[in-house]
C-alpha cells in the first residue's frame, strides 16, 4: 500500500516594528528602521512597503524598503505638525507611528532695484510685522505668508540713494545705495506691488522713540501736509466770500 503524504503549510504570524525618533528639526532628513518579527520574535528579512502621511494636507510619500536598514528621506517643504509612518508587510496589519516636525518661521528679505520682495521660506504660516527703514524715516508693514508664498512692495522716495533696512526682529536685511524714485512731492513709504495700493506713508516713530520724540517727529514730519490743507481751505472761503458780497452788490 503506498501512503501519499501531502505537505502541510503552516501560516506564519509575522509583526512589524517601526524605531523612529518624535520629533525632527525642518529640513532634517526623516530617518527610521522598520523590522519584521517572526512568531518567535526573531528579525527576518523581507521588503516592506511603507508611507509617510501629513495627515493635514493629505501629502503622501510611498517607498520599498528593506527590514532591517536605516533609511533616509528628505521631505520638501513639510509642514509643522505631527506626520505619520506606516508599514506593511504581506498580510501582516499596518503598523503606525506618529513623529512631530517642529515649527520653524522663517523669512526670506530680497531688494531688487526699487522692489522689496519678502518670501515665507518656513514651515508655517508666516504672520508678522516688519519695521522698513528708508534713510531716516520709518514704517511698519503688516504680512501675512502661507508656506512657500512671497509678495512685494515697491520702495518710493525722492529721486536719490538710500540706505534700506528691513527686520522682524529675527531676520534683518540692511542694503546701502538703493536708487530710489518718489510718486510725488517727499512722499518716502511703500506701494503694494499686486494691488498698487499706497501703505501707510513713512515717517511715524522709530524704534526707541519715546513719548516727546514720537510726537514733535510725527508734528514736523506732517506740518507741510497740514499747512497746504489750511492754505487749500482759506482761499475756498476767501473765494465764497468774495461771489456773496458781489453778488450783494
Known sequence: MVVFVLPCMLAQDYKLGID??????AGDPITFKVNI???????????????????????????NVSSGEAVSIILENPRAGYWSISASYQDTPVTKEFFEIKANEEV??????DELIIQNIGNKRYSNTIDIIIGEAYTQQNVDLDIGEETSFRLVAPDGTYSVKVTDGK???????VQLTGISGNVIGILDSKRGEPS???GGPRPGE???????GSLRNNLFVWVFILVIVGAAILLAIERGYKRRI
Do not use: C, H, R, W
Not at 528579525?43 to 510611498?62: A, F, R, S, W, Y
Not at 526670506?108 to 532695484?113: D, L, S
Not at 531676520?171 to 545705495?177: E, F, G, H, M
Open 200 to 202: 501707510p506713508v513713512t
Open 210 to 216: 519715546t513719548g516727546d520724540q514720537t510726537f514733535y
Open 20 to 25: 523612529i525618533q518624535e520629533s525632527f528639526q
Open 37 to 63: 518579527f517572526d512568531s518567535q520574535n526573531n528579525i527576518i528579512n523581507g521588503e516592506v512597503k511603507v508611507e509617510i502621511e501629513d495627515p493635514e494636507k493629505g501629502t503622501l510619500i510611498e517607498k
Open 108 to 113: 526670506k528679505f530680497e531688494i531688487k532695484g
Open 171 to 177: 531676520t534683518t536685511l540692511s542694503q546701502a545705495n
